[in-house]
């Protein structure tokens, strides 16, 4: 099971960090995704972090790139997301996924991703 915290409502220009706990799985065997959908919108991807077998790679949607950061903490089987000048259109519910044996190729696509945590709301104002 996968679940997300740390949402919540902030300024534009503020920073957050999304938090992703996994309980029956190791997170460094999975490539660990973020996802969010905003109301009226598809999910979409965010970041990802490869597994550690797949070199732990991280990859970030192009227009999210320098203001979020994805990151793993092997020892408390967790995952991250620092979001960082928050914008109005980051306003969404952020879920964390994961999934096993993806390609390279396939990590933003969220049908490869078979582990789906409740997501987190977050907010931003301008």
């Known amino acids: 099971q996968l679940q997300a915290s740390g949402g919540g409502l902030v300024q534009a220009g503020s920073s957050l960090r999304l938090s992703c706990a996994a309980s029956g799985g190791t997170f460094s065997r999975y490539t660990t995704g973020w996802f969010r959908q905003a109301p009226g919108k598809e999910r979409e991807f965010v970041a990802t972090?490869?597994?550690?077998?797949?070199?732990?790679?991280?990859h970030y949607a192009d227009s999210l790139k320098g203001r979020f950061t994805i990151s793993r903490d092997n020892a408390k089987n967790a995952v991250y997301l620092q979001m960082n000048s928050l914008k109005p259109e980051d306003t969404a519910v952020y879920y964390c996924?994961?999934?096993?044996?993806?390609?390279?190729?396939?990590?933003?696509?969220?049908?490869?991703?078979?582990?789906w945590g409740r997501g987190t709301q977050v907010t931003v104002s301008s």
């Open positions: 972090i490869r597994a550690s077998g797949s070199g732990g790679s991280t």
């Open positions: 996924a994961a999934g096993a044996g993806l390609i390279l190729s396939s990590v933003r696509s969220r049908d490869q991703y078979g582990y």
